[in-house]
């Protein structure tokens, strides 16, 4: 059972790679429409097999290794980084009897905290000032939105009332949860999009004081497997709108196209948006995120402890 459990698990992860290649090539095409330009057309048919391109050239570029870095670290946290993204796709609650995590939402929860060591340590083994500034921005900014995040995930564990992501679906049969809490739902997006460094909150890589932020010393396999990283976890982020808001299973093609409505919601966001100043950042979270999330979950615990005294 365990050896099928790996092969399937081999097979997500391939489809979350190929998933996160086309994401790429949606990502160029899109900002090149709202930019009045084509995208990527050249390399396939209609620029199909851009994605491609680029990992052939960036994996086959020669890999540098700043003299003053401190190696092993500096090595082995891209690797680790892709590797928590993708192991957080385990949570997915499968229907086809893959895994299903009783626990889902927590595993969840501590694989996002340990993206945060990976940029930290990225950052400082580098030993480059600019890289250092982009991590310790990276990471404060993680922290702090990490905990609305935590904090919406209760309210709705407080409604469904357990851990396991499939309770979610379950629940959403007649009614999704983007219409019984908008507002949450808004901050969800918003800090999703803080937890992945996407803009406008993409602090990590402030080019125009931080060159390229906490990954400025790396280049060609390192690169891109912080950008393969990256870009599995604004897809896994996606997931988790559609599974959490929108309603429906993940045998259904009607998932997928919402997951791919909430993926495109990120470029859009990307090509619209100017980038916020850090300080207006830092209020957002801890002075209005915060606040909100907290007295929607005070208000659900109140609902849930209503229900089981009328049940009573």
Do not use: H
Request: charged share 10%; net charge positive.
């Amino acid at each position: 059972m365990s050896f099928v459990m790996l092969i399937s698990y081999i097979l997500v992860v391939i489809c979350v790679l190929v998933g996160v290649a086309f994401l790429t090539l949606l990502e160029r095409k899109v900002l090149g429409y709202i930019q009045i330009r084509k995208g990527p057309n050249k390399v396939g048919f209609i620029g199909i097999l851009q994605p491609f391109s680029d990992a052939i050239k960036l994996f086959t570029k020669e890999q540098t290794y700043p003299t003053m870095s401190n190696f092993m670290p500096y090595y082995l946290s891209p690797v680790f980084s892709l590797f928590v993204s993708l192991i957080v796709w385990l949570t997915m609650p499968y229907e086809i009897g893959l895994f299903n995590f009783s626990m889902g939402t927590l595993f969840f929860l501590c694989c996002t905290s340990l993206g945060v060591y990976t940029t930290m340590g990225a950052g400082w083994s580098s030993n480059s000032k600019y890289s250092l500034l982009g991590s310790l921005r990276a990471v404060a900014q993680t922290i702090s939105y990490e905990v609305s995040l935590a904090l919406i995930l209760l309210s709705f564990i407080m409604l469904v009332g357990g851990f396991n992501l499939s309770l979610f679906s379950l629940y959403q049969r007649d009614c999704w949860f983007l219409f019984l809490t908008m507002p949450l739902s808004l901050i969800w997006f918003a800090s999703c999009l803080a937890e992945t460094n996407r803009t406008p909150f993409d602090f990590a890589e402030g080019e125009s004081e931080l060159v390229s932020g906490f990954n400025t010393e790396y280049s060609s396999g390192g690169f891109a497997l912080i950008f393969l990283a990256e870009y599995a976890s604004i897809l896994f982020m996606s997931m988790l709108v559609a599974l959490l808001f929108l309603g429906g299973n993940l045998i259904s093609v009607s998932f997928y196209m919402k997951l791919a409505f909430v993926a495109f919601c990120f470029i859009w966001v990307r090509g619209t948006l100017p980038r916020f100043r850090y300080d207006k950042l830092m209020y957002l979270a801890w002075k209005s995120f915060l606040p909100v999330s907290l007295n929607y979950l005070i208000f659900f615990m109140g609902v849930k402890m209503m229900l089981v005294v009328m049940l009573i």
